[in-house]
Nanobody, 117 residues
């Protein structure tokens, strides 16, 4: 059983910053990659940022230069530092882990980020 618990969401003004955290617990092994996705009302869930087990990262074009994904392996925690936030960043942000010998996706419950103009 794997649990992912996100925290750090909230309401912030445009131009502000937030840091999201995702704490992983349970049977964690053979991680392929971890990432952050977001889903705005009426839209499909989209990748925001991803980090592989080797430390390589990739970002959605819309967040490049503003968001930074990182991980603390000792704490089994994934982070997303979000700077220069824009109203269009408003969404529910989900933590994701792809892991296992036969890779399976695990998801957190989501945390709301609201950016006011």
């Amino acid at each position: 059983q794997v649990q992912l618990v996100e925290s750090g969401g909230g309401l912030v003004q445009a131009g502000g910053s937030l840091r999201l955290s995702c704490a992983a617990s349970g049977s964690i092994f053979n991680i392929n990659n971890m990432g952050w996705y977001r889903q705005a009302p009426g839209k499909v869930r989209q990748l925001v940022a991803r980090i592989t087990s080797g430390g390589s990262t990739n970002y959605a074009d819309s967040v490049k230069g503003r968001f930074t994904i990182s991980q603390d392996n000792a704490k089994k925690t994934l982070y997303l530092q979000m700077n220069s936030l824009k109203p269009e960043d408003t969404a529910v942000y989900y933590c994701n882990v792809l892991m296992g010998l036969v890779p399976i996706d695990y998801w957190g419950q989501g945390t709301q980020v609201t950016v006011s103009s």
